[in-house]
């Protein structure tokens, strides 16, 4: 099993360009998280989802939108990409919400 | 949502025993508590998760007392390789805390 698989691992954008994180993952699990990590920090909630066709917002959601139309794929758009917005964003699964997270190893973004 | 606080970094020797203690004051009575751990550069990978007493896998332990507020992970006889930072999840709270950020010393 590939587990939650990310992509692109880098990336630099210019500010104001807009991208799309993907993020997969092959254990059929209901729920999927997007986090991002700035350095030094903990980890900070984007969006998340329970299922196919349901997304909810977390701590951070200003600038991001997201959307769940299977339960493999839960892809990460960026519109108008800023400098704040340069960190390292992590994908995660679970089946059950008070299960194991799986994280995916990491998208890397810089805006310059 | 219960909130975890976690002391912010611990310094530890090789080969000694390493505690670290969360607190979660509001935890519901079916959450369970999840740590995580977190090399750079990497995504945090789970740990261990136990309800109530004691847990023990290969890696950790785990120790709950008996009104959940807080819990305590421990490494046995750390080597260098447990240099990480360690974060406390009450599992189905989705948010992290700034977790603890261990520094094993030769």
């Known amino acids: 099993n590939a587990g939650v698989t990310q992509t692109p691992k880098f990336r630099i954008l210019k500010i104001g360009q807009s991208m799309t994180l993907q993020c997969a993952q092959d254990?059929?699990?209901?729920?999927m998280y997007w986090y991002r990590q700035d350095p030094g920090m903990g980890l900070k909630l984007i969006y998340y989802?329970?299922?196919?066709?349901?997304?909810d917002k977390g701590e951070v959601p200003n600038g991001y939108n997201v959307s769940r139309s299977t339960t493999e794929d839960f892809p990460l758009r960026l519109e108008l990409a800023a400098p704040s917005q340069t960190s390292v964003y992590f994908c995660?699964?679970?089946?059950?919400?008070?299960?194991?997270?799986?994280f995916g190893e990491g998208s890397r973004l810089t805006v310059l | 949502l219960a909130k975890t606080t976690q002391p912010i970094s611990m310094d530890s020797y090789e080969g000694q025993e390493v505690n670290i203690t969360c607190s979660h004051n509001?935890?519901?009575?079916?959450?369970?508590i999840t740590w995580y751990q977190q090399f750079p550069s990497q995504g945090p990978r789970f740990i261990i998760q136990?309800?109530?007493t004691k847990v023990t896998n290969e890696v950790a332990s785990l120790f709950i007392p008996a009104d959940r507020k807080s819990s305590t992970l421990s490494l046995p006889r750390v080597s260098l390789s447990d240099t990480a930072v360690y974060y406390c999840?009450?599992?189905?709270?989705?948010?992290f805390g700034t977790g603890t950020r261990l520094t094993v010393i030769p």
């Open positions: 136990g309800y109530k």
């Open positions: 995660a699964s679970t089946l059950l919400d008070t299960g194991e997270l799986f």
């Open positions: 999840l009450v599992a189905g709270n989705l948010f």
């Open positions: 989802s329970v299922g196919a066709g349901i997304t």
């Open positions: 509001n935890i519901a009575t079916n959450d369970y």
């Open positions: 254990m059929n699990h209901n729920y």
